[in-house]
């Protein structure tokens, strides 16, 4: 799969995604401050699945309506980078074919894929 990880996750996930196998492009390593418009328009144009953990990419995805590829937004109590692993390594077990196109949000105990604007 193919994964933006926004610079609010870290590069510790982006390493642990690439040594699944996934081809990633971590915002912390290559494009550090981009603006959160400009990081949703690439995700879509290069057909990137967006990971973060702001809420700001809700507003984007419903009010704004931002076209986009799929968003994982992690809800989680524990930010440390070993518990987003987990929470994705779950996510990516359970749900990997229903990502694409989707806005999911994920926490340590859930996972709700919220209603898609048309």
């Not at 968003?71 to 109590?77: D, I, K, M, S, Y």
């Not at 989707?102 to 048309?118: N, P, S």
Request: glycine share 6%; proline share 2%; net charge neutral.
């Amino acid at each position: 799969m193919r994964f933006l990880v926004d610079e609010c996750i870290g590069p510790t996930v982006a390493r642990w995604l690439r040594a699944q196998g996934h081809t990633v492009f971590s915002v912390y390593e290559e494009a550090r401050g981009i603006a959160d418009d400009a990081l949703i328009a690439k995700a879509y144009a290069e057909d990137w699945i967006l990971i973060t953990s702001d809420k700001d990419f809700g507003a984007k995805v419903y009010r704004e309506r931002y076209p986009h590829k799929g968003v994982v937004l992690l809800r989680l109590t524990d930010e440390r980078a070993a518990n987003k692993i987990a929470v994705l390594q779950r996510l990516l077990e359970g749900y990997a074919d229903r990502l694409a196109h989707q806005f999911v949000v994920v926490t340590e105990r859930q996972v709700r894929f919220a209603r898609t604007m048309e």
